[in-house]
């Protein structure tokens, strides 16, 4: 049953405000903040954007670290009818203006010369407005939002491409949240970790999950120290890629917070299978996930108390989510999370019905009807008349100890045409020879890498993800000219 402020097809945000007013509903370094505290702030950011022109349809962005700003812009986004979007802010900012026609930027940091748009600075936006913020402050009922209308762009995150902007409405983040609260069992006194960049859709449903349960997040002074904050927080859920989680096991008492965690949903990449065997086995409550930005983020996920087996897939969709495999092995993803449309699309009016994404993922059903995620099927390459996929090359990688990510590229080959490279990021000690001698026991001679190279954290440059593009094209400059190897 849904809660009574989400009623035909529509949120009533007075009315959440109101059952939820003493409740905690963010924790940040700063103290905590109650739902009427959000709900006053709520009205002074749009009293402040209204008076410096924002209007519906307008595009407003914000190049920031992860703060409050981040969650406060969302709602306005849904009450005043603007598109929010959330822009990387480790990226270059310049870049980041020639993606997207933008109407306003706000931001503290150095604006490029050829910029031509309006500038807010995130200081004003959180200051007390003037007296005419009284209009939307405590008092006059906020409007009705129906689900239909869109409320946000978020870029995906291009690491086999050029970025597109994905749009969502305000029903694809409620279903989203209340799909995944359904799931884990969200409840008031529940306690999330803000753990993702707040440009990321799996940050920000951090925020709406909380924010439908009555429930509180944790905003960390830093996205540096996450396993610093769990152990001061200790929350009772958490939402953590691979790497996050594999730093946090190498603190006895990070993983005594973990234990006591609710759940921990972990995804983002593919996830080593000795990662999921020692967390199972030290008792953290581990959540493999699927999802994509086009689904607003997790599509499935392995429910609490599953036998061991299923914590090697993907899981079941979860509620108002949809996943069939297609007759190629695609993954097809449809409910009533999937995004609205593209940037550069045109406005269209929301289709009759719902409709079906066709990832770029390959996968199977199981028996017991959980997701197996095979990798991508646009990373198929051939080579000497055989086809490869790269995805079978990392899940062998990721297979062995200490191997925390790994990336599989195609590198010109005079004899071959192209043959695999790979690269790995591990927490122990990296030895070439013997991951290679590993993978020959565990694929045929020509899906073998032909070289291993090590990546550095660092090589992400700021990002949740390492480039497959950039990877493929620093292979190919380091193998130079000549033959890249044999089998």
């Not at 905690?24 to 959000?38: K, N």
Request: aromatic share 8%; net charge neutral; hydrophobic share 40%.
């Amino acid at each position: 049953m849904k809660p009574v402020f989400l009623q035909n097809e529509s949120i009533d945000l007075a009315r959440l405000f109101e059952e939820f007013r003493p409740n905690p509903a963010l924790l940040t370094p700063e103290g905590v903040r109650t739902f009427g505290d959000i709900s006053k702030s709520l009205g002074d950011v749009i009293a402040t954007l209204r008076k410096a022109g924002v209007r519906r349809g307008h595009l407003a962005a914000l190049h920031g670290e992860n703060s409050e700003l981040h969650l406060l812009l969302m709602l306005a986004a849904w009450v005043e009818g603007f598109l929010y979007l959330p822009l990387d802010f480790k990226a270059p900012l310049d870049s980041l203006l020639k993606a997207a026609p933008l109407d306003f930027l706000i931001t503290a940091g150095d604006v490029p010369p050829s910029a031509d748009v309006p500038i807010l600075h995130p200081g004003i936006l959180l200051q007390s407005p003037p007296s005419d913020a009284d209009l939307w402050r405590e008092g006059r009922p906020w409007p009705a939002i129906p689900f239909r209308q869109e409320a946000s762009v978020i870029f995906t995150s291009g690491s086999t491409g050029k970025p597109r902007g994905i749009i969502h409405t305000v029903g694809n983040y409620i279903y989203s949240a209340l799909g995944t609260d359904i799931f884990i069992g969200m409840e008031p006194e529940d306690r999330w970790l803000i753990s993702l960049p707040l440009f990321h859709v799996g940050g920000i449903l951090i925020w709406i999950r909380t924010f439908l349960a009555g429930s509180a997040c944790i905003l960390p002074e830093s996205m540096k120290g996450i396993d610093a904050a769990i152990r001061i927080h200790r929350p009772s859920v958490l939402s953590l890629v691979p790497t996050q989680l594999i730093r946090c096991l190498s603190s006895e008492d990070t993983v005594a917070a973990l234990q006591k965690a609710k759940a921990i949903q972990l995804g983002g990449a593919p996830i080593p299978a000795w990662l999921i065997e020692k967390a199972l086995d030290l008792g953290i409550p581990v959540m493999p996930t699927y999802g994509s930005t086009e689904s607003c983020t997790q599509a499935t996920g392995v429910a609490k108390g599953s036998d061991r087996s299923s914590y090697f897939t993907a899981g079941k969709p979860l509620p108002y989510r949809e996943i069939r495999i297609a007759k190629d092995g695609t993954i097809l993803l449809g409910g009533k999370t999937l995004f609205r449309r593209y940037l550069d699309d045109p406005p269209t009016p929301p289709a009759e019905g719902e409709g079906i994404f066709r990832t770029a993922d390959l996968g199977y059903l199981d028996p017991a009807g959980n997701l197996v995620v095979l990798g991508r099927k646009d990373g198929i390459f051939i080579s000497g008349g055989e086809n490869i996929s790269p995805f079978e090359i990392e899940n062998a990688l990721l297979a062995l100890d200490s191997i925390s990510t790994a990336i599989a590229v195609p590198v010109p080959d005079r004899e071959f045409g192209l043959v695999p490279w790979a690269f790995v990021e591990c927490s122990g000690l990296f030895d070439a020879g013997w991951l290679l001698a590993a993978l020959k026991k565990r694929l045929p001679g020509y899906k073998v890498p032909k070289r291993i190279l090590r990546l550095e954290p660092q090589n992400r440059e700021g990002k949740m993800k390492y480039s497959r593009e950039a990877l493929a094209k620093l292979a190919e400059e380091m193998a130079g000219p000549g033959p890249a190897g044999g089998r």
